[in-house]
């Protein structure tokens, strides 16, 4: 099919002046202006805060299973990771993939992705079976939330560029009876949205009373239900980072996990909170017939020393291109590069960039980590009432913009490699980086709306059985890692040892932890963790994009976390369990997408995008089932290991509906999860 899109910037360039375009450039202070009345009121059965893939699956169940659901999204694009945060390629593994075994919706995803190309994968890229462009990905979820309501008469109420300001709890704390959001548009004479970065609107979005760029409705959710039945409503954290679990203030985890027999590869003896996978502003840029200008940014020889092909078999500008290649009108080509076979980048194609040693911003210490620990949020004031203004570090994302442009400028002009040395780099002027309202990520800097976040904050579940210091998802419950490596008998102690090994015996656990076998003795563990509770499942490698050791993280020579990637690899099929979804305190709230209770290990592998599917799938039916039935989640488990007749019927429920809870064979019993490739 033909398509057409509109491009700015098509004379030489300046990258500084795409980045401060905005003449409000001033961002305001993080103390917040007192409350203002709200403009409008407006009832939910669910209030879903995040519109990201997982946020956009809740409400798709919810508005089938005939709920009112409330979205806020800070962005004005549904989808997340393919829209909004530009990383429009399926992350898929082949076994999966290859059996459609997925949620109902993301199934529906793919197909209407395939219906709008005439092909799965218009960018023809290698990185995945599925790259298209951001922009789309958009149009396609809100034309399926639209025929979702329509089918289960449920009602979207769709609130783009909000955000949450302030959640009031019932005397006890114990529920969310309300919430305050605030929705931004342009004011009178401003540009128009996605003008600036989002490091130069963030905190005015935050902020109650209008500005300069600005004008705002303050908008009051409550719950739709009049009736004494509680809780009234649920509200569900979908946000990229975890905001509302930090706002409400319930236990939480962020970063690295000390090292012990559940994450028995962390790199660190102790919690890190500040070292976090890094995050990604991603941008669009054409493959141009003629060569192009453009200015070198002030910036970038700061960050200069950073950037780098990574390793020798990947140091192939074309096979960059093509990595993350979201449109491919016409093929090129064929090539080979280090053993990948692809097409060669012909004029007129469009790559998404998305580069572990490029765009990719790695800060890891107190100095700078994106994500605010529950420490530093006390400390900026944003756990006081009226005090939150979304819990990120404005300075870091600031960065993290200069640093994407500065990639962009490396791969046209640059001539060094941080990690391969000199004369591998070599300048590509036959590029353009695509930035306009029209373009593929639909703002006028050219960087995606959002950063693409890997990790998040990530809840701790209420005490339960096996699981008496909260329920979480761990290293050892999906790696296919082999524990026998000598590695693990010397850093961990005997006892650990052997509490690691029996967590892995399956069946022979007992004789473990009595001392009647020994640990060496135990047969290698070839399935993940089987939840009781499972009402989800993914798939993906355990997959690192480690912080950098030292501040700032573009610093010359600076490296990544030492043993960051020990956990790395491939991990088994896993499940999702309700009680990853149910935070301590609060009996009407449920956490999904990459804020569920896992690992910091765990959670490079529920990142990927039909994890989120499933996630959210998973929170919208539970939901509605507690409305429908008057119970709150945490009593659909608090009996565990014994049965539990409403979690039985919730997950039939999932499994009629066409949202697995587990795969096929899926059996204490059937220990061959090897061929899952």
Not at 69 to 79: H, K, M, N, R, S
Not at 258 to 282: A, H, K, M, R, V
Not at 389 to 416: I, Q
Not at 566 to 590: C, H, S, T, V
């Amino acid at each position: 099919m033909k398509r057409k899109h509109v491009v700015a910037c098509r004379q030489k360039t300046s990258l500084i002046s795409l980045f401060l375009i905005s003449t409000f450039l001033t961002p305001f202070s993080v103390l917040a202006a007192p409350p203002r009345t709200a403009d409008k009121t407006v009832n939910c059965d669910i209030l879903v805060v995040g519109g990201g893939l997982s946020g956009v699956a809740t409400a798709y169940e919810a508005l089938r299973a005939g709920q009112t659901v409330c979205l806020t999204e800070i962005t004005d694009w549904l989808g997340g990771q393919i829209s909004s945060e530009g990383t429009s390629a399926l992350d898929e593994r082949p076994t999966q993939r290859s059996r459609l075994f997925y949620s109902r919706g993301y199934l529906e995803l793919r197909q209407r992705i395939q219906r709008k190309y005439g092909k799965l994968n218009p960018g023809n890229c290698w990185v995945s079976e599925s790259c298209f462009l951001p922009r789309d990905g958009n149009e396609i979820l809100t034309s399926m939330l639209k025929d979702a309501a329509h089918l289960g008469k449920g009602k979207l109420e769709w609130f783009p560029n909000t955000v949450i300001k302030e959640l009031d709890k019932s005397a006890d704390g114990k529920l969310i009876n309300s919430a305050i959001a605030i929705q931004h548009q342009p004011a009178p004479g401003a540009p128009p949205l996605n003008t600036s970065p989002l490091s130069q609107t963030i905190e005015d979005t935050y902020n109650y009373q209008n500005s300069p760029q600005f004008t705002k409705t303050i908008i009051s959710f409550i719950p739709k239900q009049t009736q004494e039945t509680s809780p009234k409503w649920y509200v569900v954290d979908a946000s990229e980072t975890g905001e509302i679990i930090a706002l409400a203030d319930v236990p939480y985890r962020l970063g690295i996990d000390g090292i012990s027999y559940l994450e028995p590869s962390s790199s660190s003896p102790n919690n890190d909170p500040y070292c976090t996978q890094g995050f990604t502003y991603t941008f669009a840029m054409e493959a141009t017939k003629e060569p192009q200008k453009y200015t070198e940014p002030q910036f970038y020889p700061q960050y200069a020393p950073y950037y780098s092909y990574e390793l020798k078999r990947l140091a192939s500008f074309p096979l960059v291109f093509t990595y993350r290649r979201i449109w491919n009108p016409r093929q090129g080509k064929p090539m080979e590069f280090g053993g990948l076979k692809f097409t060669a980048p012909v004029p007129g194609d469009i790559s998404m960039q998305n580069w572990t040693w490029g765009n990719d911003y790695r800060p890891g210490t107190a100095q700078d980590n994106l994500v605010y620990t529950r420490q530093q949020l006390e400390a900026t004031g944003q756990l006081n009432p009226g005090g939150w203004m979304g819990g990120l570090r404005v300075e870091s994302l600031r960065k993290a913009e200069e640093n994407a442009l500065g990639f962009f400028y490396w791969l046209f002009a640059g001539t060094t490699d941080s990690q391969l040395g000199d004369g591998v780099k070599q300048p590509q002027p036959n590029i353009r980086l695509l930035s306009g309202l029209n373009s593929p990520m639909g703002t006028v800097h050219g960087l995606s709306k959002y950063p693409y976040m890997r990790e998040a904050r990530r809840v701790i579940g209420r005490p339960s059985w096996g699981a008496p210091e909260g329920f979480g998802i761990w290293e050892i419950d999906i790696s296919r890692r082999n524990y026998n490596d000598e590695y693990y008998r010397k850093t961990l102690s005997p006892d650990e040892y052997r509490r690691l090994k029996a967590a892995l015996a399956g069946l022979e656990a007992t004789s473990v932890i009595s001392g009647q076998k020994s640990p060496e003795n135990v047969a290698r563990r070839t399935r993940s963790t089987i939840f009781p509770d499972a009402v989800g499942i993914g798939h993906y490698a355990i997959d690192f994009h480690p912080c950098m050791t030292n501040s700032p993280p573009e610093a010359p020579g600076n490296t990544a976390r030492e043993g960051e990637k020990r956990g790395a690899g491939q991990a088994y099929p896993f499940q999702i369990a309700l009680r990853a979804m149910i935070p301590q305190k609060i009996d009407n709230l449920l956490v999904s997408g990459k804020s569920i209770a896992t690992s910091h290990i765990a959670a490079a592998a529920y990142r990927v995008h039909s994890f989120e599917w499933s996630a959210g799938a998973a929170t919208g039916t539970i939901a509605t089932f507690a409305l429908q039935h008057g119970v709150a989640p945490y009593q659909l488990v608090d009996n565990l290991p014994n049965p539990e007749l409403q979690l039985e019927a919730i997950k039939r429920l999932l499994e009629t509906n066409g949202n697995p809870t587990a795969f096929p064979d899926t059996s204490i019993f059937n220990e061959n999860w090897e061929g899952w490739k």
